[in-house]
């Protein structure tokens, strides 16, 4: 069993920067990788950021590739989204997930749902004001 609590969010403007957090109860959370969602008011979940277990391979939707950093302590059983200049469109509710297996699946368009997913964390919010 693993248990996710993600921290980090709050309230920021309009091009500043956070960063998340999600903590991993458990010994095996090295064996997991590791994915961050998000969904915004009246929206579905969606796919934001992936890692694998040895930080290796990282994933991220296009709308805030080269703003996010994905990544992981496996020492600490902590992964991290740094985030960088925020719009407001990156408002939202972020949540952490784990998944067994590759991180490729987060690649594919069921993983990309959040489909499949071992472990939920119960989210934190963002909110970017303009």
């Known amino acids: 069993q693993v248990q996710l609590v993600e921290s980090g969010g709050g309230l920021v403007q309009a091009g500043g920067s956070l960063r998340l957090s999600c903590a991993a109860s458990?010994?095996?959370?090295?064996?997991?990788?590791m994915g961050w969602f998000r969904q915004a008011p009246g929206k579905e979940r969606e796919f934001v950021a992936a890692?694998?277990?040895?930080?290796?391979?990282?994933y991220y939707t296009d709308s805030v590739n080269g703003r996010f950093t994905i990544s992981r302590d496996n020492a600490k059983n902590t992964v991290y989204l740094q985030m960088n200049s925020l719009t407001p469109e990156d408002t939202a509710v972020y949540y952490c997930?784990?998944?067994?297996?590759?991180?490729?699946?987060?690649?594919?368009?069921?993983?990309?749902?959040?489909?499949?997913?071992?472990?939920w964390g119960k989210g934190t919010l963002v909110t970017v004001s303009s």
């Open positions: 890692i694998n277990w040895s930080n290796e391979s990282t």
């Open positions: 997930a784990a998944k067994t297996g590759s991180s490729s699946y987060f690649k594919t368009e069921r993983g990309q749902t959040g489909a499949g997913m071992a472990y």
């Open positions: 458990g010994r095996t959370f090295s064996s997991y990788a």
